[in-house]
T-cell receptor, first 113, second 112 residues
Framework: RKEVEQDPGPFNVPEGATVAFNCTYS??????FFWYRQDCRKEPKLLMS???SGNEDGRFTAQLNRASQYISLLIRDSKLSDSATYLC??????????????FGKGTHLIIQP | EADIYQTPRYLVIGTGKKITLECSQT?????MYWYQQDPGMELHLIHY???????EKGDLSSESTVSRIRTEHFPLTLESARPSHTSQYLC???????????FGQGTRLTVV
């Protein structure tokens, strides 16, 4: 089983819709969780950290479910500019470490007009 | 914007040439990383460093080498480039004790 698994998609979603996708992780000792966004042919950029209590940033909401070992990302009122690949990142311990910074393969999201 | 820079952005080079991809960050981060990513594919960690004089191999076997003589500089070298090395190479850094990684804009390498 891969350490971090994501549905690669693509998710084709009409503009204005709400879309959500999950990322499962295998290491129950994982401590830190992030969502990164990567545009085509660009570098990944941090979208948001995922806290135990969940967190929201504008139209984006991230949740952590430790019991089932997954994190989720919800995008409300989707915009064309939300089209990108969303990468799930998990680290096994506080502070992480290069060998602990595990990227998922990414979920490809396409917002259609 | 993150203060991490990669040069060159694009490089087309012939087989057998030696190349060095540069990566510099001005954030004082101890940890630095090199990832390799083919178009539409996942990131693969090929090298990382915990600080000056520290270098480690990542998950993906690579024929490249790295050095970390200064905190801010983490160059990657290919002694003899081959077409199989054609890919995008992304450098990243993070502060020791936190996990958020900041990425450079990448070097898109084509070996012909």
């Amino acid at each position: 089983r891969k350490e971090v698994e994501q549905d690669p998609g693509p998710f084709n979603v009409p503009e204005g819709a709400t879309v959500a996708f999950n990322c499962t992780y295998s290491n129950s000792a994982s401590q830190s969780f992030f969502w990164y966004r990567q545009d085509c042919r660009k570098e990944p950029k941090l979208l948001m950290s995922v806290y135990s209590s969940g967190n929201e940033d504008g139209r984006f909401t991230a949740q952590l479910n430790r019991a089932s070992q997954y994190i989720s990302l919800l995008i409300r009122d989707s915009k064309l500019s939300d089209s990108a690949t969303y990468l799930c990142v998990v680290t096994p311990s506080p502070g992480g470490g290069a060998d602990g910074l595990t990227f998922g393969k990414g979920t490809h999201l396409i917002i259609q007009p | 914007e993150a203060d991490i820079y990669q040069t060159p952005r694009y490089l087309v080079i012939g087989t057998g040439k030696k190349i060095t991809l540069e990566c510099s960050q001005t954030m004082g981060h101890d940890k630095m990383y090199w990832y390799q990513q083919d178009p539409g594919m996942e990131l693969h960690l090929i090298h990382y460093s915990y600080g000056v004089n520290s270098t480690e191999k990542g998950d993906l076997s690579s024929e490249s080498t790295v050095s970390r003589i200064r905190t801010e500089h983490f160059p990657l070298t290919l002694e003899s480039a081959r077409p199989s090395h054609t890919s995008q190479y992304l450098c990243a850094s993070s502060v020791t004790g936190t996990s958020e990684a900041f990425f450079g804009q990448g070097t898109r390498l084509t070996v012909v």
